[in-house]
């Protein structure tokens, strides 16, 4: 069974609802409609009914036992104003500035729902910034509790590969922080590997990835991923976790066993935490076009509950994973 397909599995396991606000794009609406053929989530879809119900016909999805729910009209819209108003008083925020975020944006909305426990996940991002994507879910939800940092990762994976756990990898940071403190990337570390864990079933091998492996540059930039490693290994004794590595050095035996030999995890990596977003990103992208990888992310870790990017390029398949895994994380909130 293949990554995905163990998700959906899991999450039919225990039925979670996940809201998608963007039920104005295509890729959305042919999403939902393979969700609700494989059946292993409830979804809300945020919109004018009419307009959606439109939309879906002329593409030729069924939508079908499929909540489509219209914030303007909600009856639960005078409940969430409140709500909103009393966790964001001490910004200043009125009842009309908080019904206007609500009417005026189906992320803030559903978000809301999953605050209020009327849904138990959101997935957004397909026609909008990842900023408008977290920046309720920071207002309205928050962090979760003992959370030093929020950050974003991909699950990848890799066709015919045999790298990483059968060509399964989580890639951290590809998509908050721009650039990460020592603090910062540790912290990230421990989260992505809490994540592989939890997704993938098997034990995270974490590669704290450089230009150096090892000492063997010389550089403010190495230096600050060679601290990172000292602070996770230090917080975490017990995590499989090495750096600084380059990524041969972390994925390859035969290079690692000159570069680094003795590691336990060189040569053997399967979550690669990458020294800043501009290395993150490239790099993903760089797996999925050239290696044709599936690409699951967005994903975030640290916030109360699951709330999910996604990238902008992505397609409905991509839509269809990232719920499943979104309605995954959502039953460690049970």
Avoid: W
Avoid at 105 to 126: E, I, P, Q
Avoid at 183 to 189: R, T
Wanted: proline share 4%.
């Amino acid at each position: 069974m293949s990554f995905i397909e163990d998700v959906k599995a899991k999450a039919k396991s225990k039925m979670k609802t996940i809201v998608l606000p963007e039920a104005e794009d295509k890729r959305t609406l042919e999403a939902a409609e393979q969700i609700k053929k494989e059946g292993f989530a409830k979804l809300v879809l945020l919109g004018n009914k009419e307009t959606v119900e439109k939309d879906a016909q002329s593409y030729g999805f069924d939508l079908s036992g499929i909540e489509i729910l219209d914030p303007k009209t909600s009856p639960s819209l005078d409940d969430y104003v409140a709500t909103l108003v009393e966790l964001r008083k001490s910004k200043g925020m009125t009842e009309e500035e908080a019904r206007k975020l609500l009417t005026g944006s189906n992320t803030y909305f559903g978000v809301m729902m999953v605050k209020k426990g009327d849904a138990d996940g959101l997935v957004s991002g397909a026609c909008h910034s990842t900023a408008d994507t977290l920046r309720p879910s920071l207002q309205i939800l928050k962090t979760k509790p003992g959370t030093k940092l929020v950050s974003a990762f991909f699950v990848m994976v890799v066709p015919d590969c045999q790298y990483g756990e059968n060509g399964t990898f989580v890639f951290s940071d590809c998509g908050l922080n721009q650039n990460p403190t020592a603090e910062e990337l540790a912290a990230i570390a421990e989260s992505s590997a809490e994540s592989f864990r939890f997704l993938v079933g098997k034990e995270p091998k974490v590669a704290m990835l450089s230009y150096s492996t090892l000492g063997s540059a010389k550089h403010d930039d190495v230096t600050k991923v060679q601290e990172a490693t000292r602070i996770a290994k230090e917080n975490n004794p017990d995590l499989l976790l090495e750096g600084e590595l380059q990524l041969d050095a972390a994925l390859v035996e035969s290079v690692a066993s000159l570069k680094a030999p003795g590691s336990k995890v060189a040569g053997h990596a399967n979550t690669l935490i990458f020294p800043n977003l501009d290395a993150g990103n490239i790099g993903y992208k760089l797996v999925q076009r050239l290696a044709k990888a599936e690409a699951y992310g967005p994903m975030t870790q640290g916030i109360a509950r699951p709330v999910n990017d996604l990238s902008r390029g992505c397609s409905a398949e991509d839509i269809v994973g990232v719920v499943a895994i979104t309605a995954v994380q959502c039953q460690l909130y049970d």
